[in-house]
């Protein structure tokens, strides 16, 4: 009985070598737990899509509550742009019947 019990610890200690080593199954890879999330390159970055924004993280990567941080404060900028910038159309927009959103000579 106590060559048993030597023989399934030193097994066990063995397989914690070889595991911790790299060789063997090991943990297996991490999956992450949702699809990575991109901004779109086929039109205009709306604060929705900041927000909706994920990155992926590795062993050593960011910081996800800075990345989160940074985020939020791209999404609100975006967000105050646009604001602006259709605060500023909306004179032209209401002397060009075109709609086009450029002023007139006239």
Excluded: K
């Excluded at 009985?1 to 397989?15: D, R, S, T």
């Excluded at 990575?36 to 992926?56: F, I």
């Excluded at 062993?59 to 602006?84: F, K, N, S």
């Amino acid at each position: 009985m106590f060559w048993l019990q030597v023989l399934v610890a030193l097994g066990v200690v063995l397989g914690t070598v070889l595991v911790a080593g790299g060789r063997g199954d090991g943990l297996g890879r991490l999956s992450p737990d949702r699809p990575p999330a991109r901004l779109p390159a086929d039109r205009s970055v709306q604060p929705e899509d900041v927000h909706a924004l994920r990155l992926g993280v590795g062993l050593r990567g960011y910081r996800m509550v800075e990345v989160d941080d940074a985020l939020d404060l791209l999404a609100g900028e975006l967000a105050r742009r646009d604001e602006e910038i259709a605060r500023l159309r909306r004179p032209f927009e209401a002397h060009d019947p075109t709609g086009a959103g450029e002023p007139t000579d006239g």
